[in-house]
């Protein structure tokens, strides 16, 4: 093949300068001959530089550098300026924090599915955690201390080592986590319904108690659980469709039925949409003390008898009545 190259190359430039030479004949001077032949090479080689820069782009666009090792932490710069939310910030803060929750997640389990891996469920929480205040802008020394406090408060148990993730390498690996399995989110009903919860009453009723960061933590939580619902149920085919609920065919139960038993599920919709609740009031103010009738009512036997006693006591007085008669 390199032989081929070096007759080819010698076989242009004999081209080259054949017809460099048919054009210079009528050429005399000797100066005006030099110059032609400068201002004919260095066309010729214009012309090459940008014929080759063309090929090389279009066989280089697609390659990637070997990664290297992660090289150390530099220094965290000063604090900026406190910045400035508008009116729909926060809802469009809260629905791409959700929508890429979901959507890492997804890329998880199709990593654990095709590779036969699985992770702990603590583990999976921790990176939520990361990726979570990865995406709220915090610095990793920020990310630690917030993961402390989920360790002391929420994350209690004594076989879990925590030192393996309180490190700037285990968060800076999970934020630059790239996967050829990742996914997007296009099932336009999935979509719609963050969006309607995000922008619902319920949903700014409930910033002013538990706080916006805390509650899309608590939303972006709930989802990721009805996401692995949803995930057992159909894979990523649910996810990649554009049906809602009733126009798909679920391989297993629909997880849905399980979905509706959250409250937070109804947030946006109208109340026609939402489960009818009617409240039992009692119908008796005070308690009432039913008789036992069992005891209370007397046998057949017992009147019986008590008939006769008494018929028997009527004989007696009247015999005695007629005997006072007869002395009188």
Known sequence: MKVWYFFAGISFLFVIIIFGVTLSNGISNNIEYIIFWILYLSTLLTFGIIISSFFMSLSLKDLKGIPGEIGELGKEGLMGETGICESDCRTNIAYNIILIAIQTRLSENEDMRKKGTTISDIERRVNDYIRYYDNLNKTQTQIIAKLKNKFETEIKDSSFDSTKYLNSIYIQKIINYETENSVDVTNLYIREKIKSMVESNEF????????????????????????????????????????????????????????????IFYWGLPNASRPRAEFVTNKYENKVDFIDTIKSTPSKNSLDTSSKSNTRNNDISTSDLLKKKKKK
């Open 204 to 263: 700014k009723e409930m910033v002013s108690t538990k706080g916006p960061m805390k509650l899309i933590e608590y939303v972006k939580d709930i989802w990721l659980i009805w996401t692995d619902l949803i995930y057992e149920s159909s894979n990523l085919n649910y996810f990649t469709s554009v049906g809602a609920e009733n126009d798909f065919e679920w391989v297993k139960l629909n997880p849905f039925n399980e979905i509706k038993k959250y409250d």
